[in-house]
């Protein structure tokens, strides 16, 4: 089937969502840990987290109720978002560039790990891959037709992308930024188009804005945390953070960059054009950022900022798209691809890697079931998002999870309906007994330890009134 024919790229993308959601769904007991947490957060629908805003949470909680814990459910869900992605990448490519390059750039992203070895895991930044891509083709769609629908749509998708993470602002400021750096795209300042798009985001992120306000911006204090540097070296914060970041995203890139070695290369003038600002702007103002403030810049926050590089490399650098090359591109792509599925089989085989994947969730589940004799469930299990996720995840009650006993991470506990009917308790210590103590006068009642894969765990019991 010729490459310039929309449904070469259908076939190979339905494929790969096929082959790593049966794949994990068949090597994987457990969610992973990104996961565990989603739906934690999605049994008490927020408009957000104490670390994200919410669609994540929502889209897992809806996987729930259709799969319930199975994790088809959920590996589906990730891979239906990197499909989503593909897409948009692939679309906004035939916006822009000949349909054999489009389908090209759209099949070498499965060479980029992102799209698949991380992909196990559906979080933010899994969800961002598809939120940016269509951010990105209706970014181009409304510089090219000016149509409202397209603004419009731009608006939403900017919206989407923030309600998946906050580092979906270097998205908008690339935008921002082209608009007042591009000529042409300036000229649309004068329109009142960008500003109904900005409008409609803004309205859409109004619910969300007022939780933050309601909780203190609570999220940014995370991701601040999160971001700091252990190092108090100025070279370490500066320099060799931003370049370990730039190393491990060239990593991602490097069986790209061998494909696209095999056509000849061809010139082209550098110019800020709408795919070198998708390609190359938001890559620049992380560094950028990274280099100014010093802040730790997490491999992972990566993920989204790469999606738009083959296109770009693509459509301005190769030439000459003969059978001959095309063909070899082909099967370094199957080969590639066959690779990374050989490294997930290989490092499940170690049982080494994938350790939260592998964790006995039912397990921890069974053994509070086994102690609760009360008839009707308890309200809440109180512990680490990970353990009490994974305890109130594989039970059929499916208790409200009261992280680390802590109301600000759980506003959604009532301490009263709490005492009414009692929780259970999970914890890799007894020391978050006495806190619950001090701070909510409940007093837990210790049960015997249990040990899952070699690891003891204390489980108790507060009693309901």
Known sequence: MPLSRPQSIWLFIILHTLIWTLLPTWLFPNPPLDVNEGFMWGQTLQWGYYKHPPLQAWLLEATYHVFHTHPFGYFLLAQLTILTAMLGVYYSARLLTDPTRACLATLALSMIYYFNVTSLEFNPNTLQLATWAWVGYFFIRSLQTNRWRDWLGLGILLALAAYTKYFSVLLGLTLVLFFFLNQTARKHLTTAKPYIALTVCILLLVPHLMWLIQHDFLPFRYALGRGASSE??????????????????????????????????????????????????????????????????????????????????????????????????????????????????????????????????????????????????????????????????????????????????????????????????????????????????????????????????????????
């Open 232 to 465: 108090s070296s100025f070279i370490a914060n500066h320099l060799l953070s931003p370049l370990n970041f730039s190393l491990v995203q060239a990593g991602a890139l490097v069986f790209v960059g061998i494909g696209l070695m095999l056509f000849p290369f061809k010139r082209s003038p550098l110019s800020l054009t709408p795919l070198f600002a998708l390609a190359w702007l938001p890559l620049m103002l992380s560094l950028f950022i990274g280099l100014m403030t010093g802040m730790r810049l997490r491999s992972m926050w990566g993920t989204p900022l790469l999606s738009f590089i083959p296109l770009y490399l693509l459509h301005y650098h190769t030439s000459d798209l003969s059978p001959t090359t095309l063909k070899r591109f082909i099967r370094l792509i199957l080969a590639v691809n066959v690779l990374f599925i050989s490294v997930v089989i290989s490092a499940q085989l170690s049982g080494k890697v994938f350790s939260r994947m592998n964790f006995k969730g039912e397990a921890l589940s069974l053994a509070w079931q086994s102690v609760w004799k009360n008839k009707t469930a308890p309200y809440a299990i109180i512990g680490s998002h990970w353990l009490a996720g994974n305890a109130s995840f594989h039970s059929t009650q499916r208790p409200l999870v009261f992280i680390d006993g802590d109301l600000n991470k759980s506003p959604w506990i009532n301490l009263g309906t709490l005492k009414q009917q009692g929780a259970i308790v999970i914890s890799e210590s007894t020391a978050l007994a006495k806190a619950l103590q001090d701070q909510y006068q409940l007093t837990t009642q210790w049960q015997e330890p249990l040990t899952i894969q070699n690891q003891t765990y204390y489980l108790g019991i507060i009693q309901s009134n």
